[in-house]
């Protein structure tokens, strides 16, 4: 297993910006898809990105896709989601996950088996 920490989150005012990082512990991540979710209050855990192993290849969520850049950085074992142009229904707390099969193409919200315990965006309107 993995030990995944988020920070970055806070309050900010809607069209601010935020960086969010994960950096994990116990596994280096350099073989592993990244991922980024998000919960609001009374509402379901949604996929927002992903990065797989290389850095190569991104994939988002339309409704955050031109605001929202993840990136990882295996040096130093972090992973990031650079959050623009923030709207008060980007509210939730942010999961960063790992897909601990290395190398896989194309990971699925079932495929992430590591978790961080989340970190809180609050985007006031």
Known sequence: ???LVESGGGLVQAGGS?????????????????GWFRQAPGKEREFVA??????QFTYYEDYVKGRFTISRDDAKNTVYLQMNSLKPE??????????LAPFR????????????KGTQVT???
């Open 90 to 99: 980007d509210t939730a707390v942010y999961y960063c996950a790992a897909d």
């Open 50 to 55: 992903r990065i797989n192993w290389s850095g």
């Open 105 to 116: 193409i194309g990971s699925r919200e079932a495929d992430f088996g590591s978790w961080g």
């Open 1 to 3: 297993q993995v030990h």
């Open 18 to 34: 935020l960086r969010l990082s994960c950096e994990a512990s116990g596994r280096t991540l350099s073989r592993y898809t990244m």
């Open 123 to 125: 985007v006031a309107s």
